[in-house]
């Protein structure tokens, strides 16, 4: 079978997959689960031998013109070169572990058919925007994942929050994808095709005549599906749907596309420094501002999804000084670690019944609960401080010496300024990101108070995936070397200075982290325990102002975490947590700029007062034109007609005299005037 062939497989199995499963799931549920792992299995195994096929050489292409579609022809067609064929085998081995994961934590979820059924759908959606080599095809695949991303985020659709999630993430993508719909258009009107290999010839000749205009359209959309600041605030709140869906959004699909795109077009951005520029501005703001949002969220998984956005800044970096080498590596590596944090994760949840790390930090022997999720867990957030000799470490050293090159002036393409806003930012993220995973397994893992709940040994399909996501996790790193040949074979090894400076940063933050727990902690034991809402009330009186707040505040989130209906729905039963202050290092890191950045800074309500309350007024302006304006008019052109009528009906009496009466009046009146008339003709 031949390498084209084998790549049209890959994303076309998920598809039928997930066909299958949509008009089997109620009438044979027997075969659901063999329908959403079987095909996603096939199509990650034929992955695999598609990217051992091509092996990081030349470029593999094939197209088909599907129908003539005018001047600008829009083709089926493949291109298939060393990062892309390394993006298809993350996306593959990513779905096909939440598929196996989600038999088991979604066992009992009466929707799982259609559920599993979408994650397929969203598997094969990707898997077309990274083979394919034209950009409308493309778009497509990138529409379909952001309808399947709505569903899925909304999959517990009879609780507010998800129901407001899944719309937030759509809107807010689709707001993006509007410019980025006007980009792509603009770019094949200049290139003169939507194929991919003839745009960048283009751009190699120089043919492109608006490349600062077109970059920035596409940025907008990447800004989007890519959850970079300023249309980053969607992806937070969509930890509302279930845990395994956060792992496929976050480390394989949806949001590593819109960094794929740039990578598969990074000439386009590159013919304009401006737009460098802007990335570069971009990546800073959003690596830092998640980072410092991250440490002050008390839901474990928003302090993922946040770590996902930063991450995403270091990739969108990469991009910003013109390498996509180190972009799509660290792309590839932070799918692997970032999906098993998620994993991990949901079996956190489902052991301790709860999404709150305040309420775990109150927990004693939740690590010995669970060991897989413990050391698979600590494996992954080693790799996310970018702790040697950890995946993370090799990726993201990879980027801050890409920056670094940029800054000192040896890149052909990248503005020096943008290197110096990469570097920077990424070393002060690195120091953030130590600290956040520092606190998060602290919290988690560390907990001091009322025993765990044992509800006995997790189901094999949740913790074997952990251990299969753990393996590249630890390894992925040592393959810097030749891994670099599949992309544009530029070095990914780290130098000493990035490595001092990046893994320097990373571990301040980790001991600093460590240092302020265990003064919270102290603080936290001696504060008097709260068993009841009388004796919380108490401590609240007795206690300093801090640390009543701190006891308040720890209460609401556990209160809040353990009835959100995942929660309810994958664990057995909720624990009896004693309430109580947590022991929290994030608010000692932050001070102040705690409350702020555990609201996100408040954007949500920046755009409500800019956006979304001016739309809300212009509505209600068009409601009172439309009903006191435009109503009036239309009422009033059948309310003549009407009253008329009116009057001719009062003359229609039935009686002949009045009739003949009528008619011998108006003979008079028609003979009067016309003898006046005929005497006025006369004289004149």
Same mark, same amino acid.
């Given at each position: 079978?031949?390498?084209?062939?084998?790549?049209?497989?890959?994303?076309?199995?998920?598809?039928?997959?997930?066909?299958?499963?949509?008009?089997?799931?109620?009438?044979?549920?027997?075969?659901?689960?063999?329908?959403?792992?079987?095909?996603?299995?096939?199509?990650?195994?034929?992955?695999?031998?598609?990217?051992?096929?091509?092996?990081?050489?030349?470029?593999?292409?094939?197209?088909?013109?599907?129908?003539?579609?005018?001047?600008?022809?829009?083709?089926?067609?493949?291109?298939?070169?060393?990062?892309?064929?390394?993006?298809?085998?993350?996306?593959?081995?990513?779905?096909?572990?939440?598929?196996?994961?989600?038999?088991?934590?979604?066992?009992?979820?009466?929707?799982?058919?259609?559920?599993?059924?979408?994650?397929?759908?969203?598997?094969?959606?990707?898997?077309?925007?990274?083979?394919?080599?034209?950009?409308?095809?493309?778009?497509?695949?990138?529409?379909?994942?952001?309808?399947?991303?709505?569903?899925?985020?909304?999959?517990?659709?009879?609780?507010?929050?998800?129901?407001?999630?899944?719309?937030?993430?759509?809107?807010?993508?689709?707001?993006?994808?509007?410019?980025?719909?006007?980009?792509?258009?603009?770019?094949?009107?200049?290139?003169?095709?939507?194929?991919?290999?003839?745009?960048?010839?283009?751009?190699?000749?120089?043919?492109?005549?608006?490349?600062?205009?077109?970059?920035?359209?596409?940025?907008?959309?990447?800004?989007?599906?890519?959850?970079?600041?300023?249309?980053?605030?969607?992806?937070?709140? +969509?930890? #509302?749907?279930?845990?395994? !869906?956060? /792992?496929?959004?976050? %480390?394989? =699909? @949806? *949001?590593?596309? $819109?960094?794929?795109?740039?990578?598969?077009?990074?000439?386009?951005?590159? +013919?304009? #420094?401006?737009?460098?520029? !802007?990335? /570069?501005?971009?990546? %800073?703001? =959003? @690596? *830092?501002?998640? $980072?410092?949002?991250?440490?002050?969220?008390?839901?474990?998984?928003?302090?993922?999804?946040?770590?996902?956005?930063?991450?995403?800044?270091?990739?969108?970096?990469?991009?910003? *000084?013109?390498?996509?080498?180190?972009?799509?590596?660290?792309?590839?590596?932070?799918?692997?670690?970032?999906?098993?944090?998620?994993?991990?994760?949901?079996?956190?949840?489902?052991?301790?019944?709860?999404?709150?790390?305040?309420?775990?930090?109150?927990?004693?022997?939740?690590?010995?609960?669970?060991?897989?999720?413990?050391?698979?867990?600590?494996?992954?957030?080693?790799?996310?401080?970018?702790?040697?000799?950890?995946?993370?470490?090799?990726?993201?050293?990879?980027?801050?010496?890409?920056?670094?090159?940029?800054?000192?002036?040896?890149?052909?393409?990248?503005?020096?300024?943008?290197?110096?806003?990469?570097?920077?930012?990424?070393?002060?993220?690195?120091?953030?990101?130590?600290?956040?995973?520092?606190?998060?397994?602290?919290?988690?893992?560390?907990?001091?108070?009322?025993?765990?709940?044992?509800?006995?040994?997790?189901?094999?399909?949740?913790?074997?995936?952990?251990?299969?996501?753990?393996?590249?996790?630890?390894?992925?790193?040592?393959?810097?070397?030749?891994?670099?040949?599949?992309?544009?074979?530029?070095?990914?090894?780290?130098?000493?200075?990035?490595?001092?400076?990046?893994?320097?940063?990373?571990?301040?933050?980790?001991?600093?982290?460590?240092a302020l727990w265990q003064r919270a902690a102290?603080?936290?034991?001696?504060?008097?325990?709260?068993?009841?809402?009388?004796?919380q009330a108490a401590a609240a009186t007795e206690?300093?102002?801090?640390?009543?707040?701190?006891?308040?505040?720890?209460?609401?989130?556990?209160?809040?975490?353990?009835?959100?209906?995942?929660?309810?729905?994958?664990?057995?039963?909720?624990?009896?947590?004693?309430?109580?202050?947590?022991?929290?290092?994030?608010?000692?890191?932050?001070?102040?700029?705690?409350?702020?950045?555990?609201?996100?800074?408040?954007?949500?309500?920046?755009?409500?007062?800019?956006?979304?309350?001016?739309?809300?007024?212009?509505?209600?302006?068009?409601?009172?034109?439309?009903?006191?304006?435009?109503?009036?008019?239309?009422?009033?052109?059948?309310?003549?007609?009407?009253?008329?009528?009116?009057?001719?009906?009062?003359?229609?009496?039935?009686?002949?005299?009045?009739?003949?009466?009528?008619?011998?009046?108006?003979?008079?009146?028609?003979?009067?005037?016309?003898?006046?008339?005929?005497?006025?003709?006369?004289?004149?």
């Open positions: 079978m031949s390498t084209t062939t084998l790549a049209v497989l890959v994303p076309l199995l998920p598809f039928l997959g997930a066909v299958a499963g949509l008009l089997l799931g109620r009438r044979a549920p027997g075969f659901v689960r063999p329908l959403a792992v079987l095909p996603v299995l096939a199509s990650a195994v034929l992955a695999v031998l598609v990217a051992a096929r091509q092996g990081g050489g030349r470029p593999i292409t094939a197209s088909t013109e599907l129908t003539p579609t005018g001047s600008v022809p829009i083709d089926l067609s493949l291109y298939l070169n060393g990062f892309a064929v390394l993006v298809a085998v993350l996306v593959g081995v990513v779905a096909t572990c939440v598929q196996v994961y989600s038999t088991a934590y979604l066992r009992e979820d009466p929707r799982y058919p259609s559920y599993a059924a979408l994650v397929s759908l969203f598997t094969s959606a990707m898997l077309l925007v990274v083979y394919t080599g034209d950009l409308m095809v493309l778009l497509v695949g990138w529409e379909v994942m952001g309808i399947c991303s709505y569903f899925l985020v909304g999959h517990y659709w009879e609780t507010e929050a998800a129901r407001s999630a899944s719309l937030k993430a759509f809107l807010v993508t689709k707001l993006g994808d509007v410019p980025f719909l006007i980009g792509l258009f603009a770019l094949a009107a200049d290139a003169g095709s939507f194929e991919i290999p003839k745009i960048l010839g283009t751009v190699a000749a120089g043919g492109l005549d608006h490349p600062t205009l077109i970059a920035l359209l596409l940025l907008s959309g990447v800004a989007g599906k890519s959850a970079q600041f300023p249309l980053h605030t969607w992806l937070p709140d +969509a930890m #509302a749907g279930p845990t395994p !869906v956060s /792992a496929l959004i976050h %480390a394989a =699909t @949806m *949001v590593a596309a $819109g960094v794929y795109f740039v990578a598969r077009l990074l000439p386009v951005f590159a +013919a304009s #420094a401006a737009a460098l520029v !802007v990335m /570069a501005v971009m990546a %800073a703001v =959003t @690596m *830092v501002g998640s $980072g410092l949002a991250a440490l002050a969220q008390d839901d474990i998984k928003r302090v993922l999804a946040y770590s996902t956005i930063g991450q995403l800044g270091y990739m969108t970096g990469a991009l910003a *000084v013109a390498d996509r080498g180190a972009a799509v590596f660290h792309l590839l590596s932070h799918g692997v670690f970032k999906a098993l944090l998620f994993l991990g994760a949901g079996v956190i949840i489902h052991a301790a019944g709860t999404n709150s790390l305040a309420a775990m930090s109150r927990m004693d022997g939740l690590a010995k609960r669970i060991p897989d999720a413990f050391w698979t867990m600590t494996i992954a957030l080693l790799a996310l401080a970018a702790i040697p000799p950890f995946a993370g470490f090799f990726s993201k050293e990879a980027v801050l010496v890409a920056a670094e090159h940029a800054a000192t002036g040896h890149s052909e393409s990248a503005p020096s300024a943008a290197g110096w806003l990469v570097l920077v930012a990424g070393v002060l993220t690195a120091l953030l990101t130590a600290a956040y995973a520092t606190r998060l397994w602290l919290m988690a893992f560390r907990g001091r108070g009322a025993a765990a709940p044992d509800h006995g040994k997790e189901p094999v399909a949740m913790t074997g995936v952990l251990w299969v996501l753990a393996v590249p996790s630890i390894g992925l790193g040592l393959a810097a070397g030749p891994i670099a040949d599949w992309f544009d074979g530029r070095e990914l090894a780290p130098t000493l200075t990035t490595s001092v400076l990046g893994t320097g940063a990373a571990a301040v933050g980790a001991v600093l982290t460590y102290a603080k936290a034991a001696a504060a008097p325990a709260a068993t009841g809402p009388a004796a206690q300093p102002a801090a640390v009543a707040a701190a006891v308040s505040a720890a209460s609401a989130a556990a209160e809040s975490a353990a009835e959100t209906p995942e929660v309810a729905e994958v664990t057995h039963e909720h624990p009896a947590v004693p309430a109580g202050p947590a022991a929290d290092p994030g608010r000692a890191l932050l001070g102040p700029l705690h409350r702020h950045a555990a609201d996100g800074f408040h954007l949500d309500a920046v755009y409500d007062r800019l956006f979304v309350r001016p739309v809300r007024a212009a509505a209600r302006l068009v409601r009172f034109l439309d009903r006191e304006v435009v109503d009036t008019y239309v009422s009033g052109a059948g309310a003549g007609p009407r009253l008329l009528g009116s009057l001719v009906r009062r003359a229609q009496t039935g009686n002949v005299q009045s009739y003949l009466s009528a008619l011998l009046a108006g003979a008079v009146v028609l003979a009067i005037a016309t003898a006046v008339l005929a005497n006025v003709n006369a004289g004149s």
